[in-house]
């Protein structure tokens, strides 16, 4: 089915691993895809914004992350809840608005949150996850330092998609966002704010060329978003984020800068969402020609051929996947709805 090929990071990884990471990657686009069902045919109501096509970015990022480190996401979450070790079930039960949601059914798509594996929340607001994340990375490095004073330590990796421990000296954070995001105010004060205090953190952002409609090239003078980190002292990179080996090895170097308290870091992943910005778009403003373009370029594809992964062993795979998806439907169908003293106990205003 795929030819094999060669790359630094799959001499260093098992292929035991990087079947795990191909099955996260098609478990984030099978789910996706149930979803744009789920929504378009009324079962579940409101909007959605799909990650298919983004897949390669949140699992090479997290792959690279352990359970004591944290992210923060976008409106275009659910990828990052999934590769960051969440539980299928759960976000479908979320999005389905039922209480065995990790929010409990309130947060729904835009704003679910699960800190107990790292997921600081998505967000509907555009760069809102930049200064939480800020923050959060703050709050680390101040509590590593408290407890070891030096801010070093070791601990073990328990997401359940990863296959190994992943040793760390002091824990980080990551914080996605799209290119649309890198022209609020917000990015200007969290950037500066973690290169003036060195804090351990990575700023992801997810370059899909369209913030809903408008091109980037139509509201940003500068050459690429990652351009913009030598005004702040610190490293930046522009990636092709549809190659796993290469989202994991620019990444590999910024966990390690953040781990041994050498700041943040910028990457630009440049990608495509293979979906309208949400239910409702038309992708008017994009051709079919370029769409057909960029799924030539498929992350999921591009990694099955680096593994040299046999048809029959994709197809079970898949097959796994989308029974799991299915499972996932299910829990969410069969789950309670919120009790009205659960809404209630939230409400602080």
Known sequence: MHPASSSPDSATLSPQELSIHLRTMLLIRRFEERLDELFASGVIKGTSHLYAGQEAVATGVCSLLSHDDYITSTHRGHGHFLAKGGSAPALMAELFGKATGPSKGRGGSQHVADYAVGFLGSNGITAGGLPIATGAALAVQMRQQRETGNGKRET????????????????????????????????????????????????????????MSTRLDEASSGPTIAARAAGYGIQGAVVDGTDFFAVRAAVEKAVERARCGDGPTLLEMHTYRYYGHSKSDKREYRTRAEEDDWRTRDCIEKLCAAIGLEAADFEAMDAEVMREVDEAVAFAQSSAEPEVEDWESVIYA
């Open 156 to 211: 073990g990796n328990t997401n359940p998609r990863l296959p190994t421990s992943i040793p760390q000296q002091t824990a980080c954070v990551a914080s996605f966002f799209g290119e649309g995001g890198a022209n609020q105010g917000t990015f200007h004060e969290s950037l500066n704010m973690a290169a003036v205090w060195k804090l351990p953190i990575l700023f992801i952002c997810e370059n899909n060329l369209y913030a």
